[in-house]
């Protein structure tokens, strides 16, 4: 059971338009939501992260946008760069009683993006 | 260690010998994962540990996979009699989960590729 798809299996934009990443997941009890993005050969670095009590969490050329109604969330790359090429990947956890996400990261299959110049 | 150093980074091994993969996570990060990514697919939850507690072994496929961690610090993983369905990168990632408000961020090693012929 996939709890968290990727349905774009690639993306291609062109510099300097929006990137747009999307993320669906079924389980409501995730409450953390978090993108990583993985250059071949190399093991995913962390990009950004929203929890479930906002909608929105932005990081310089990054945007996450939380759905909790549609279970769906975004990544928004404004504006896009040829060095963005990578595998992005969703990921949703849940919390503790201490509000702060724990154990294992339960991942989507992955979005090739490329940006061409 | 300044990131997450796993070994060996390649691994070519005949169907039905023992592998074994190891993983330094950053020093202090008390939470270390096991994860694998097959051909094309997402990365899959094997292995999770968290200081003395018992791990989380709910992702582990088969008996054939096992993993230990001496020390609360250097994790093995380790295949028994390996067949071809078992290649893929292998990937290890550890955490400092403070246990302040907010998302539990992995960080990656660049992986294990194993392939078995």
């Known amino acids: 059971d996939q709890q968290v798809k990727q349905n774009s299996p690639s993306l291609s934009v062109q510099e300097g338009r929006i990137s747009i990443l999307n993320c669906d997941y079924t389980n409501s009890m995730f409450d953390y939501f978090l993108w990583y993005k993985k250059y071949p050969a190399e093991g995913p670095t962390f990009l950004i992260s929203i929890s479930s009590i906002k909608d929105k969490n932005e990081d310089g050329r990054f945007t996450v946008f939380l759905n909790k109604s549609a279970k769906h969330l975004s990544l928004h790359i404004v504006p896009s760069q040829p060095g963005d090429s990578a595998v992005y990947f969703c990921?949703?956890?849940?919390?503790?009683?201490?509000?702060?996400?724990?154990?294992?990261?339960?991942f989507g299959q992955g979005t090739i993006l490329t940006v061409h110049p | 260690g300044a990131g997450v150093s796993q070994s060996p980074s390649n691994k070519v091994t005949e169907k039905g010998k023992d592998v074994e993969l190891r993983c330094d996570p950053i020093s202090g990060h008390t939470a270390l994962y096991w994860y694998r990514q097959s051909l094309g697919q997402g990365l899959e939850f094997l292995i999770y540990f968290q200081g003395n507690s018992a791990p989380d072994k709910s992702g582990l496929p088969s008996d054939r996979f096992s993993a230990e961690r001496t020390g609360g610090s250097v994790s093995t993983l380790t295949i028994q009699r390996t067949q071809q369905e078992d290649s893929a990168v292998y990937l290890c990632?550890?955490?400092?989960?403070?246990?302040?408000?907010?998302?539990?961020?992995?960080?990656f090693g660049a992986g294990s590729r194993l392939t078995v012929l």
């Open positions: 990921a949703a956890s849940f919390s503790n009683a201490g509000g702060t996400s724990y154990g294992k990261l339960t």
């Open positions: 990632a550890s955490s400092s989960r403070s246990g302040i408000g907010g998302a539990n961020v992995l960080t």
